[in-house]
């Protein structure tokens, strides 16, 4: 049937309109008929000879008087449904009950409308599709027992892509077919049923009898839209064709066009013989690229009309050179190009694990994400991750190996450095030498839409008086706005929302925060001893070999030799310059062996510090001894943890404090807390509150080049200051962390692990912590944790309690004599006289 047939509409008359729709909700109303106890319907027959009406589709029918019209009849006295069935062949003159075919519609028939010639004409509606049973009946009309087909089905992704297929190869029928309406196309795009679609769409187009015949008898919904795709394509290429020949005819006639054609006509026959002229095979070639290149529709519609405006120019024209570079870009760049994903956690997992060694936290999110892309494989949405840490933790390497687990193309963009908002945007092209921003740069380089997209370094973007680039990353980071977006050079949508982004950075503090809130914060909290120790000998040592023309088997390096380079010859939270020390060691080792001399074959802690020097670097140890004023601070560095004396000393003086050792503001105010902790709670030391004016306090913190600031070293400044005030020592095996208030209450502080892992490392025996750091040690390896007495505190009195050994008698309290004034001595002699 034609689109008229089944689309109520046109371009009738208000009246014809209102009565279609009137006899439509008649039909409508009209009930199917209900199957009895043994599933079976029966029903009046309706013969249609050469129309087939499909279920849920509405067709105007021509009826004779006979048989058809006395089944209608009945129907309708009846209010009933009856089954409309098909001949095998329309042509057959003598009808038998094996003529029809034995699949039949279930139909309503509305309200018969009498015609002048004496035939009637009635709207039916199919319904749903029967399976013939049995003839209870041929004369005077013929009725027929049947059964249902069950044609629900479960709408799984291959379902859903076929069902896709369908509306787009529909919706190219629709564009080329003038007799089928645009809300055709709209129609399809609302039925979710893959029966109801492929039924619609049959009916929709003109496709033959047979193949009509073909689609009715296929009973299952998908076997049916495959059957009609194949049927559409065929359609497509005619109406393709078709449109072809149309629109020659139509330029050959066109006075309008007919100088334009007539040039063609002279171009075509300069190229037969060798003619053509360069200019014309550029454009040629330009338009030949467009057409073999899906793009998107408004992309394409730009392309064309910069072919169009490059014909109208001449070749010289200074324009012609940014036109060109314009579609070069449009034609170069990805629009549909993608890349299958590898979605198995385990092969994900083994690669991860092959290439990296700990960054636990960034390995399971990967996983997680590949594991929720394996069970939903069509989700679009992509992770944005934010990996940050001091330098050499692994963080662009992880990123490679995150591409070569998912199968994804790697590409990497640098950000460090970038000032200006038109490196991440584009220039407009009203500028002599503009080009895309380096996002769209970059897809370029892809050449694919869901590649693996680093964002190196996006905490060193700048921003000056040519605008904030960190700003214009808003847009590509942020998975609502990334599906369409704008560089200012093509001024086109461009989707990338296909991509998974992953940034760096060494810290959060100079990235805004709009920006930080787009992305997902994962740390690298830096390696410690342990961690160094084993990507030494699994990866470091390996590659560096390799590099050094080295075998394996040729050159050892000893463990306490590594341990030695960890300690003594690098102070880093990454393994960079562990891995520059190895490969010193092993380029020296060669170029004795290329010399024919003696090398050695196994590297230990003597030839380290013979081939590299004395150590650059000393670890500081826990104290030899017990002291008065020295405790042992715990402290947090970008290069990992480590502990650190504080030392105090009391002199003669007028109650001063000074603070040394290159010391920040906050870690002054730490100080100045702990001293007035300290005179609060005088009495309960048994120091007489009177010794604070004559005395001047002097706080040092060594290795005085360093800069040193914060509020956890509180409560060890606190602990030192009581220890010199009373003469009690502090336990040389303790080190402690915290911040504390003037009521000497212990607060949370940060970097945990790496403290604790420091006090392991520099031989401690106990850690004092603060009780709401507890949480923390969830970081701390296990081995660690066995090693260390880690003890909880909530007061400053517990830490007085742990770390300075008891007052072993009950002592004066100290007390300092007081200078005489002037007056006094005067007084005094006044008096003896």
Same mark, same amino acid.
């Given at each position: 049937? %034609?689109?008229?047939?089944?689309?109520?509409?046109?371009?009738?008359?208000?009246?014809?309109?209102?009565?279609?729709?009137? +006899?439509?909700?008649?039909?409508?109303q009209i009930p199917d008929s209900e199957p009895n106890a043994k599933g079976y319907i029966?029903?009046?027959?309706?013969?249609?000879?050469?129309?087939?009406?499909?279920?849920?589709?509405?067709?105007?029918?021509?009826?004779?008087?006979?048989?058809n019209l006395l089944a209608i009849q009945e129907a309708q006295y009846n209010y009933q449904t009856l089954v409309s069935l098909v001949l095998h062949n329309p042509e057959d003159e003598e009808i038998t009950v094996d003529s029809f075919l034995p699949v039949g519609v279930e139909m309503a028939v509305g309200r018969l409308i009498n015609l002048p010639d004496g035939n009637s004409s009635a709207l039916v509606q199919g319904r749903r599709r029967l399976q013939i049973i049995n003839f209870t009946q041929t004369e005077p009309y013929m009725r027929v027992r049947c +059964?249902?087909?069950?044609?629900?089905?479960?709408?799984?992704?291959?379902?859903? !892509?076929?069902?896709?297929?369908? %509306?787009? @190869?529909?919706?190219?029928?629709?564009?080329?077919?003038?007799?089928? *309406?645009?809300?055709?196309?709209?129609?399809?795009?609302?039925?979710?049923?893959? #029966?109801?679609?492929?039924?619609?769409?049959?009916?929709?187009?003109?496709?033959?009898?047979?193949?009509?015949?073909?689609?009715?008898?296929?009973?299952? *919904?998908?076997?049916?839209?495959?059957?009609?795709? /194949?049927?559409? !394509?065929?359609?497509?290429?005619?109406?393709?064709?078709?449109?072809?020949?149309?629109?020659?005819?139509?330029?050959?006639?066109d006075k309008n066009q007919r100088e334009f054609y007539l040039r063609e006509q002279m171009k075509a026959i300069q190229n037969e013989l060798g003619e053509g002229d360069v200019w014309s095979r550029e454009i040629n070639e330009i338009r030949t690229k467009l057409e073999k290149k899906a793009l998107?529709?408004?992309? !394409?519609?730009?392309?064309?009309?910069?072919?169009?405006?490059?014909?109208?120019?001449? *070749?010289?024209?200074?324009?012609? #050179?940014?036109?060109?570079?314009?579609?070069?870009?449009?034609?170069?760049? *990805?629009?549909?190009?993608?890349?299958?994903?590898?979605?198995?956690?385990?092969?994900?997992?083994?690669?991860?694990?092959?290439?990296?060694?700990?960054?636990?936290?960034?390995?399971? +999110?990967?996983?997680?994400?590949?594991?929720? +892309?394996? @069970?939903?494989?069509?989700?679009p949405r992509q992770p944005i991750l934010c990996f940050v840490g001091p330098p050499g933790t692994g963080k662009t390497s992880l990123g490679k190996s995150i591409s070569d687990a998912l199968g994804r193309k790697f590409v990497r963009l640098s950000l460090g450095g970038v000032r200006d908002e038109a490196e991440i945007r584009g220039h407009r092209r009203t500028y002599i030498g503009a080009m895309p921003g380096r996002i769209i740069q970059t897809m370029k380089r892809a050449q694919t839409m869901n590649p693996l997209f680093m964002l190196d370094e996006i905490d060193k973007l700048g921003a000056d008086f040519r605008g904030d680039p960190?700003?214009?990353?808003?847009?590509?980071?942020?998975?609502?706005?990334?599906?369409?977006?704008?560089?200012?050079?093509?001024?086109?949508?461009?989707?990338?929302?296909?991509?998974?982004?992953?940034?760096?950075? /060494?810290?959060?503090?100079?990235?805004?925060?709009?920006?930080?809130?787009?992305?997902?914060v994962i740390e690298f909290p830096g390696y410690y001893e342990e961690e160094k120790l084993e990507i030494a000998k699994r990866f470091l040592i390996a590659r560096q070999l390799e590099e050094s023309s080295l075998e394996a088997d040729e050159v050892k390096i000893t463990e306490p030799a590594i341990r030695k380079l960890i300690r003594e010859y690098t102070y880093e939270a990454g393994v960079r310059n562990l891995e520059r020390e190895i490969g010193k060691l092993f380029r020296k080792t060669a170029r004795l062996k290329s010399e024919k001399r003696h090398y050695p074959k196994r590297i230990t802690e003597t030839q380290v510090e013979k081939y590299l020097g004395p150590p650059q670097f000393l670890m500081m140890e826990a104290e030899y001894q017990d002291e008065i004023g020295v405790a042992t601070a715990i402290a947090w560095t970008e290069n990992g943890g480590e502990i650190m004396p504080v030392e105090v000393l009391l002199m003669d003086g007028k109650? /001063?404090?000074?603070?040394?050792?290159?010391?920040?503001?906050?870690?002054?105010?730490?100080?100045?807390?702990?001293?007035?902790?300290?005179?609060? %709670?005088?009495?309960?030391?048994?120091?007489?509150?009177?010794?604070f004016e004559g005395l001047d306090i002097h706080i040092h913190v060594p290795e005085g080049a360093i800069p040193k600031d914060g509020p956890s070293a509180g409560i060890t400044i606190a602990s030192a200051l009581i220890s010199a005030f009373t003469s009690r020592k502090i336990y040389k095996y303790i080190g402690m962390t915290g911040e504390i208030t003037l009521r000497g209450k212990v607060l949370p502080i940060g970097g945990v692990r790496e403290k604790v892992l420091a006090a392991h490392r520099s031989g401690l025996k106990m850690v004092l912590l603060p009780e709401k750091n507890r949480k923390d040690l969830v970081d701390v390896p296990k081995k660690v944790r066995d090693d260390l007495n880690i003890v909880f505190v909530s007061h400053m009195d517990q830490v007085v309690d742990l770390a300075l050994e008891p007052v072993a008698e009950k002592k004066e309290k100290r007390t300092i004599k007081k200078k005489e004034t002037k007056n006094q001595k005067s007084a005094e002699n006044s008096s003896d006289k």
């Open positions: 049937m %034609r689109s008229g047939d089944w689309f109520p509409g046109g371009d009738n008359s208000e009246d014809i309109t209102s009565s279609l729709h009137q +006899r439509t909700e008649e039909v409508y029966e029903s009046p027959v309706l013969v249609l000879n050469d129309i087939i009406v499909l279920p849920k589709m509405i067709s105007p029918i021509m009826v004779s008087p006979g048989p +059964r249902l087909f069950d044609e629900d089905i479960q709408i799984d992704n291959d379902a859903e !892509a076929l069902m896709r297929a369908t %509306r787009d @190869l529909f919706e190219k029928c629709v564009q080329f077919d003038r007799s089928l *309406p645009e809300e055709a196309h709209l129609f399809a795009m609302n039925i979710n049923e893959p #029966g109801w679609l492929a039924d619609m769409v049959a009916t929709a187009i003109s496709l033959p009898f047979s193949d009509r015949q073909q689609l009715l008898l296929k009973t299952n *919904p998908l076997e049916r839209l495959k059957a009609l795709n /194949n049927m559409l !394509a065929q359609e497509l290429d005619l109406l393709q064709l078709e449109e072809k020949i149309q629109t020659q005819v139509q330029s050959e006639v998107p529709g408004e992309a !394409a519609a730009a392309a064309q009309k910069e072919i169009e405006r490059l014909t109208q120019m001449p *070749p010289m024209t200074p324009e012609v #050179g940014i036109i060109r570079t314009y579609l070069d870009w449009i034609l170069e760049l *990805p629009w549909h190009e993608f890349t299958d994903d590898n979605l198995d956690v385990n092969h994900a997992k083994k690669i991860l694990e092959d290439n990296h060694y700990a960054l636990t936290e960034a390995k399971d +999110r990967i996983l997680e994400y590949i594991a929720v +892309r394996s @069970l939903k494989p069509k989700k960190a700003s214009a990353l808003l847009e590509v980071l942020d998975p609502e706005q990334n599906s369409a977006f704008s560089d200012h050079y093509l001024e086109l949508d461009y989707d990338l929302s296909h991509v998974m982004f992953i940034t760096t950075a /060494n810290t959060l503090s100079t990235i805004p925060p709009a920006l930080i809130d787009r992305m997902e109650g /001063n404090l000074q603070i040394t050792g290159q010391i920040g503001d906050i870690m002054q105010e730490s100080a100045q807390a702990a001293l007035s902790y300290l005179k609060s %709670r005088a009495d309960d030391l048994d120091i007489d509150s009177d010794i």
